[in-house]
């Protein structure tokens, strides 16, 4: 059987990126232009600004990509592109590239949302076992996807309101910790006491998440805390805080596997990266006997290695777009 090179392309945040992935599971070669620095000074991403730097670092990336990889194009055998959801101008600038080498180097062009690229970045390390549960947590998501074969998803939960990475980088901000706040959250929780006593949100028997009155209580308690004058342990702020998001979060997933049947549950998305996460799904999966998959930090923020490994999938299940494809802010994963 002949082996398939995808080029993938990711620009739907503040990451210019470019990967090629053999058959949908090696990474032959992945480039990352990270834009965190930049953004770091205004205390989150500008959309503006971030257009403007993947439009300098696209072409750059995608010749030393290639240069890694050494190969060229006429070596790849389709282009996988972010089309959303994202920041619509840095989506766009990926796509303009993806349609250009689609047309100059007549290679299928196959679009690929960019929660599919999460999901699949676990196949990069382990072969996909069906049926499973995607727990996909990141700045703009917070979801529960049951998948019952190859690019099949079924949305069980989701967020009604924040995403628990946005969640985190509030919490951050409020605390006085720099962009991105996740990490640093992270970080401080691991040498905090669960001290400060906060609401684990939307206790009912869906498998949905609310975010935003966990958020809105860690501003309350700061501000009496300040009113009173008293002063904000910030490390036992961040353990109590991250132990109830968590809770959250493993409580409606224990719920999902158990009542669904899932043998096979797999951690995505840029919060993946959370250690104390990572370890309470990891105590988990062992509690009920399931298999866990968790991608290597590198492939948990936004990359293109992802998009490349979703696009084979994809191509694989005859998802070619024309010329006329158009970036989306907003769409939901089918």
Excluded: W
């Excluded at 690929?112 to 998501?141: D, M």
């Excluded at 905090?192 to 966990?214: A, I, Q, R």
Aim: with cysteine; proline share 3%.
């Amino acid at each position: 059987m002949k082996d398939i090179y995808i080029l993938g392309i990711e620009s739907s945040c503040d990451e210019t990126s470019v990967a090629i992935v053999k058959n949908g599971t090696e990474d032959i070669a992945t480039v990352i232009s990270s834009q965190i620095d930049i953004h770091k000074t205004y205390g989150g991403v500008v959309p503006e600004i971030a257009s403007r730097h993947h439009v300098k670092n696209i072409t750059i990336v995608l010749e030393e990509c290639l240069a890694k990889a050494n190969m060229k194009m006429e070596d790849i055998d389709a282009i996988a592109i972010t089309y959303g959801p994202g920041l619509i101008g840095s989506l766009l600038i990926g796509l303009e590239a993806a349609k250009t080498l689609s047309f100059i180097y007549k290679k299928p062009l196959i679009p690929v949302h960019h929660i599919a690229g999460h999901i699949y970045a676990n196949s990069l390390v382990h072969e996909l076992k069906f049926p499973l549960l995607a727990v996909v947590v990141s700045g703009g998501h917070t979801e529960i996807i049951e998948m019952k074969e190859h690019y099949k998803f079924n949305k069980i939960g989701q967020t009604l309101d924040d995403a628990i990475g946005e969640c985190y980088d509030k919490v951050a901000r409020v605390i006085g910790l720099e962009y991105p706040g996740g990490p640093k959250i992270d970080k401080l929780a691991a040498v905090g006491k669960v001290t400060y006593k906060l609401p684990v949100p939307l206790k009912d028997d869906s498998y949905n998440f609310s975010f935003s009155g966990l958020k809105s209580a860690v501003i309350n308690l700061v501000h009496n805390e300040e009113q009173r004058g008293n002063k904000i342990i910030k490390e036992d702020l961040a353990a109590s805080f991250q132990n109830t998001a968590i809770e959250a979060i493993i409580c409606k997933v224990k719920k999902a596997i158990i009542n669904n049947n899932i043998k096979s549950v797999i951690l995505a998305g840029g919060v993946a990266a959370n250690n104390a996460l990572r370890e309470a799904m990891t105590k988990l999966a062992t509690e009920l006997n399931v298999e866990l998959s968790i991608p290597p930090m590198k492939y948990c923020t936004d990359n293109a290695t992802m998009i490349a490994a979703a696009g084979y999938y994809a191509y694989k299940d005859g998802r070619i777009a024309d010329l006329n494809l158009n970036s989306k802010s907003q769409d939901s994963l089918k």
